[in-house]
């Protein structure tokens, strides 16, 4: 079992910033790609951001520019730094992790509890 713990969330202004935070424990031989996704109320969950293990990385055509994802393998951390944010990108964040419990085996995705961002003035 994996457990993510993710904070940061909270109420920023329009064009403020926030930094969220994704920490992933438990039984893990190898973290894939890492990710955000987003749920806006009455909307679907959509992806924000991603990073694969080689670092590549692929975002929402709304974040580009704004939003910069990172993690930190020895830590099974990642992060997601948003800057200019908007009232649009208001939502319940989530963090998604694929990972390998052994060294040959299947992956397995885990996901965060969700954590609140509010932009609005």
């Known amino acids: 079992q994996v457990q993510l713990v993710e904070s940061g969330g909270g109420l920023v202004q329009p064009g403020g910033s926030l930094r969220l935070s994704c920490a992933a424990s438990?039984?893990?031989?190898?973290?894939?790609?890492m990710g955000w996704y987003r749920q806006a109320p009455g909307k679907q969950r959509d992806l924000v951001a991603v990073?694969?293990?080689?670092?590549?990385?692929n975002y929402a055509d709304s974040v580009k520019g704004r939003f910069t994802i990172s993690r930190d393998n020895a830590k099974n951390t990642v992060y997601l730094e948003m800057n200019s944010l908007k009232p649009e990108d208001t939502a319940v964040y989530y963090c998604?992790?694929?990972?390998?419990?052994?060294?040959?085996?299947?992956?397995?995705?885990?996901w965060g509890q969700g954590t609140q961002v509010t932009v609005s003035s």
């Open positions: 998604n992790v694929n990972y390998l419990r052994h060294e040959i085996g299947p992956r397995y995705n885990s």
């Open positions: 438990g039984s893990i031989f190898r973290i894939n790609a």
């Open positions: 990073i694969s293990s080689d670092g590549s990385t």
